[in-house]
């Protein structure tokens, strides 16, 4: 089966401008997770997709930052305006179910760099 | 609410020599716990989990971590370690957040340097 898809790999951006970043999914994984690594630090939740509905974006930082899930399929994550402290990188990953015990499986990231 | 500390950024060991990266843990509930890798350019893939049961769990790759409930901890290690093992660890514990969603919340992950 195909990995989870994140796109693009790298995006550098300017303060001020707007990114949007992409996930695909594994298919048939109505779970999807986005989180973000700020350089050396922990990688932490920043919200849960079920389906096509936010089950969960009590780790959102600030509304600078907008996820959506059309049809429960691929998402995409906005950044508008980016800020410096935006830069790190992102991750996103699903899961078949919300089980306790069910690991996520992870794309590639997303380097964000914001100057 | 659920933390999880992994002493030590970065560990060096010589190929063939033991690997141990800790992790401690806290948890509100009974713990179920995970260890990531990310091998560079990557993303996080699994190397074993905890839910119930036997305390010592085998994973990939020859790697295995025992649960130790009285020291709050889940250590990984590798018996004899080689170049392909060099990688980011990540330890993790399962927990609800404020929302209402049962997901890992990470360590800051530990950097494992294998000599030749």
């Known amino acids: 089966e195909a990995g989870v898809t994140q796109f693009p790999s790298h995006s550098v951006i300017e303060k001020g401008q707007t990114v949007t970043l992409r996930c695909d999914p594994i298919?048939?994984?109505?779970?999807l997770y986005w989180y973000r690594r700020v350089m050396g630090k922990e990688i932490k939740f920043l919200l849960h997709f079920v389906k096509e509905s936010k089950q969960d974006e009590s780790g959102m930082p600030n509304n600078r930052f907008l996820a959506e899930r059309t049809g429960g399929t691929y998402s995409t994550l906005k950044v508008q305006p980016a800020e410096l402290e935006d830069s790190g990188v992102y991750f996103c990953?699903?899961?078949?179910?919300?089980?306790?015990?069910?690991?996520?499986?992870f794309g590639n990231g997303t380097r964000l760099t914001v100057t | 609410a659920q933390s999880v500390t992994q002493l030590g950024s970065h560990v060096s060991v010589s190929e063939g020599a033991l690997v141990l990266l800790r992790c401690n843990y806290s948890s509100s509930v009974p713990p179920y716990l995970f260890w990531y890798v990310q091998y560079p350019n990557q993303g996080l893939q699994l190397l074993l989990k905890?839910?119930?049961?036997?305390?010592l769990v085998k994973g990939i790759n020859g790697f295995e971590a025992e649960f130790k409930k009285s020291e709050t901890s889940f250590h990984l290690t590798k018996p004899s370690a080689h170049m392909s093992d060099a990688a980011e660890y990540f330890c993790?514990?399962?927990?609800?957040?404020?929302?209402?969603?049962?997901?890992?919340?990470f360590g800051r992950g530990t950097s494992l340097i294998v000599h030749p």
């Open positions: 993790a514990v399962s927990g609800l957040t404020s929302g209402g969603s049962y997901i890992p919340t």
């Open positions: 298919s048939g994984h109505d779970n």
């Open positions: 905890y839910t119930t049961g036997a305390t």
């Open positions: 990953a699903s899961s078949p179910t919300r089980d306790r015990a069910s690991p996520l499986h």
